[in-house]
């Protein structure tokens, strides 16, 4: 199962992009990129998730390095109600298990 | 659609004393989920069931034990409950889709064991 790593923390302005990196140097090839917050102790929401290439929603960006060892995720134009813990998580070799990690807090700061 | 309904969603236990978390979900997930919060931390898996009648064990299945008594429904049991359990539990699941298909997670069941 892919080990995930991310900063513990991060902060940004708002209004500007915020970029969160993670490490996943131990993905398999067929093993997706999930990305989830938490907003104070709520459930996770999804956000996006990816395999090889770029991808986009209403919500984020996804960019995925070609050797696939680490992603980042954009959030084009922070606001106040983006500050959350923001987690990278692989799917696991059965594509079923989610292994959370520590995620990184994401402060977005007036 | 309620989502993911788990009960209950405040729960004081003493040390010893037993108790069941409940959860159920109306999306006709295949998949469902298990975990748990300790302050400041991350999610970490206690255990999972792939589809009705199966059940695998996560990172912390210790001193927990699941039953998934139907599609819709994925019970997580404290059988001797422990100050180390006192967390916030959260359920969730997922869709039938092999290699992709997100989660949906309950609202959370805050335990807390004296």
């Known amino acids: 199962d892919a080990k995930t790593t991310q900063p513990p923390s991060m902060d940004c302005a708002e209004g500007r992009a915020a970029n969160l990196p993670c490490n996943h140097s131990?993905?398999?090839?067929?093993?997706?990129v999930y990305w989830y917050r938490q907003i104070h102790s709520q459930g996770p929401q999804y956000i996006i998730h990816?395999?090889?290439n770029n991808e986009t929603n209403e919500m984020a960006s996804l960019i995925i390095t070609e050797d696939r060892k680490s992603s980042t995720l954009i959030l084009p134009h922070a606001t106040l109600r983006d500050t959350a813990v923001y987690y990278c998580?692989?799917?696991?070799?059965?594509?079923?298990?989610?292994?959370f990690g520590s995620g990184t807090k994401l402060n977005v700061k007036p | 659609n309620a989502g993911v309904t788990q009960t209950p969603k405040f729960q004081v236990l003493k040390t010893g004393q037993s108790m069941t978390l409940q959860c159920a979900q109306d999306?006709?997930?295949?998949?469902m989920y298990w975990y748990r919060q300790d302050p400041g931390m991350g999610l970490r898996l206690i255990y999972y069931?792939?589809?009705?009648?199966?059940?695998d064990k996560g990172e912390v299945p210790n001193g927990y034990n699941v039953s998934r008594l139907n599609k819709r429904e994925f019970s997580l049991r404290l059988e001797s409950a422990a100050p180390s359990q006192t967390s916030v539990y959260f359920c969730?699941?997922?869709?039938?889709?092999?290699?992709?298909?997100?989660?949906?997670f309950g609202e959370g069941s805050r335990l807390t064991v004296l």
């Open positions: 969730a699941s997922r869709p039938v889709q092999v290699n992709t298909g997100e989660l949906f």
């Open positions: 131990t993905i398999s090839g067929n093993e997706y």
């Open positions: 990816g395999l090889k």
């Open positions: 998580i692989g799917t696991g070799y059965n594509f079923n298990k989610f292994y």
């Open positions: 999306m006709n997930h295949n998949s």
């Open positions: 069931s792939a589809s009705e009648g199966t059940t």
